[in-house]
């Protein structure tokens, strides 16, 4: 099992800056996928970046690239997402996500990962 906690969400104006972590604990060392998720009131989850521990290779979603940037602690065992140039339509619940893969796909569907955190706020007014 693995467990996940985020922290790092708030309320912030737009054009401002946060940085999310999520920590892992348990089976850590049978990671080989995290992923940041978002989830705006009434809509579905969506994928917004991922990190692969096997090779540090990352992939993010069209509207963030440029603006956010998902990095990974190895011996924190934590994962982070650097939100700049923050604007209104970033407003939502962040969740991060962990899955062990067998292959170097990169997995940017929910369904896909098993192992959640319980989510962090991130408000960005106008």
């Known amino acids: 099992q693995v467990q996940l906690v985020e922290s790092g969400g708030g309320l912030v104006q737009a054009g401002g800056s946060l940085r999310l972590s999520c920590a892992a604990s348990g089976r850590t060392n049978s990671i080989t996928d995290m992923g940041w998720f978002r989830q705006a009131p009434g809509r579905e989850r969506k994928f917004v970046a991922l990190?692969?521990?096997?090779?540090?290779?990352?992939y993010s979603e069209n509207s963030v690239k440029g603006r956010f940037t998902i990095s990974r602690d190895n011996a924190k065992n934590t994962l982070y997402l650097q939100m700049n140039s923050l604007n209104p339509d970033d407003t939502a619940v962040y969740y991060c996500?962990?899955?062990?893969?067998?292959?170097?796909?990169?997995?940017?569907?929910?369904?896909?990962?098993?192992?959640w955190g319980q989510g962090t706020q991130v408000t960005v007014s106008s």
């Open positions: 990190h692969k521990w096997t090779d540090n290779s990352t």
């Open positions: 996500a962990a899955k062990f893969a067998r292959n170097n796909y990169y997995y940017t569907t929910p369904n896909d990962y098993p192992y």
